[in-house]
């Protein structure tokens, strides 16, 4: 079974720092996913990867296969970036995630 | 298509009562995904469908918890004689395989409580 971790756990920021989120799993995977989860409990997908790196206007996603870790990226944070990012791996390319722990990431004003 | 609908949003319970939630997926989705999500935690793998199909069954789901998805459609997950441990979020999410990997789409969620 893989393992999946991030860190850190928590994060608080500023409004327009630069934020990075790790994650780092131990069996090789088929694909990885950023989510987002706000209060309420809705996940939103940020990024699936399988290699190399994906930018969507502020967010940027990063892997390294050889590595097993992954990084999420969010430049000029704002305080509607506030909400819990989870990584998952998709170990055989049938969309079975395992999910990490959570950020809970607070940007404040 | 709004995207992966769940139903409903909230339930309470009391132990010993049965509850069932019922999850739309996109309608051209023919995999459909349960997981259950404890507080704190991230979401854990329940079980998943492809069209009417049960593929796996994780052993988190006991004998109390069934899932169907009778027409390969809409899927439901039923807890006989719920506990309070089964208090969670319980998270529906659909996908449909294409080249080059795919994403799976999450509905809101069902919170249950069970007092």
């Known amino acids: 079974k893989n393992e999946v971790e991030q860190s850190p756990q928590n994060l608080t920021a500023q409004e327009g720092e630069f934020i990075t989120i790790n994650c780092s799993y131990s069996?090789?995977?088929?694909?990885l996913h950023w989510l987002q989860q706000h209060p309420g409990g809705g996940i939103v997908s940020l990024f699936m990867?399988?290699?190399g790196k994906k930018k969507h206007g502020r967010l940027i996603a990063t892997i390294n296969i050889q590595e097993k870790h992954s990084s999420l990226h969010i430049t000029a944070s704002h305080p509607r970036d506030s909400a819990v990012y989870i990584c998952?791996?998709?170990?055989?390319?049938?969309?079975?995630?395992?999910f990490g722990t959570g950020t809970r990431l607070t940007i404040i004003p | 298509d709004t995207g992966v609908s769940q139903d409903p949003r909230h339930k309470i319970t009391k132990r010993g009562q049965n509850v069932t939630f019922r999850c739309d997926p996109i309608s051209e989705h023919n995999r459909l995904y349960w997981y259950r999500q404890t507080l704190g935690q991230g979401p854990e793998f329940l079980t998943y469908?492809?069209?009417?199909?049960?593929?796996?069954k994780s052993r988190l789901l006991s004998d109390r918890f069934s899932a169907e998805r009778p027409k390969g459609s809409f899927s439901t997950l039923e807890i006989q004689r719920t506990e309070q441990g089964d208090s969670a979020m319980y998270l529906c999410?659909?996908?449909?395989?294409?080249?080059?990997?795919?994403?799976?789409?999450f509905g809101q969620g069902t919170r249950l409580t069970v007092v």
């Open positions: 999410a659909s996908s449909s395989p294409r080249s080059g990997g795919t994403e799976a789409f």
């Open positions: 998952a791996v998709d170990d055989f390319g049938n969309e079975k995630l395992t």
């Open positions: 469908f492809q069209n009417e199909a049960q593929l796996e």
């Open positions: 990867l399988s290699s």
């Open positions: 069996v090789g995977i088929s694909a």
